[in-house]
């Protein structure tokens, strides 16, 4: 099975912070994903990755940025948080036309 | 704007009964489908992959799929109170690699 990890269950920052979420997975997965999910919205990617240094913007990729260095580690980064990017945040890793699986998640609440 | 849609619910069953899930895409080109179970708090777990029209049974799952009808389809048979659950269905497109749409998930309840 695919291990997905994601560094915090919950977190909890300030408003104009820099915020990192990491993911690593132990599979050498080439594609690695980042999705927030809220309530009446759903799934929504924010940006992947299908290689190492490699990234392409998801549907809703303003305020974040992502860096792929090594290939089973892919971050997320808040420049400057704000409270509308309170969120559960899922990181999910998949390989060729196979399902993608998820990590535990990070609820993230920007005070 | 490639689509997925699903009856967000509540859908409520009872005990015993066949729940049945639906969900309709848009793009003709999509490959793969899958539907994922979520509880409360948790996130998005794998239960089903289908690739090819017609019928895939795992256990007391089975999936439907009409790629014609742009249709894709999971029965819950002898459904339990552990069934009760969000279940997204995603639908692949390639753009670079393969992305998942996801539709807005079906709320399940199973009624002892």
């Known amino acids: 099975d695919v291990k997905v990890t994601q560094s915090s269950r919950y977190l909890v920052k300030r408003t104009g912070e820099k915020v990192f979420l990491e993911c690593v997975q132990d599979?050498?997965?080439?594609?690695m994903f980042w999705y927030r999910q809220d309530p009446g919205l759903g799934l929504r990617l924010i940006y992947f990755s299908y290689d190492v240094k490699m990234k392409e913007k998801g549907d809703i990729p303003e305020g974040y940025s992502v860096s792929r260095e090594k290939k089973e580690r892919f971050s997320l980064i808040l420049e400057s948080a704000s409270t509308n990017q309170t969120s559960m945040y899922l990181c999910a890793v998949g390989r060729g036309n196979q399902p993608q699986h998820f990590g535990d998640g990070t609820r993230l609440s920007i005070l | 704007q490639k689509e997925v849609e699903q009856n967000s619910g509540p859908l409520s069953v009872p005990e015993g009964a066949i729940a049945s899930l639906n969900c309709t895409y848009s793009?003709?080109?999509?490959?793969?489908f899958f539907w994922y179970r979520q509880y409360s708090g948790k996130s998005p777990e794998l239960i089903m992959s289908i690739y090819s029209n017609g019928d895939k049974e795992d256990g007391r799952f089975t999936a439907q799929l009409n790629k014609a009808s742009q249709y894709v389809s999971l029965l819950i048979r002898d459904s339990q109170p552990s069934d009760s659950a969000t279940y997204l269905c995603a639908v692949s497109i390639i753009q670079g690699a393969q992305k998942l749409v996801f539709g807005q998930g079906t709320r399940l309840t199973i009624n002892p």
């Open positions: 599979m050498d997965h080439e594609n």
């Open positions: 793009d003709r080109g999509s490959q793969s």
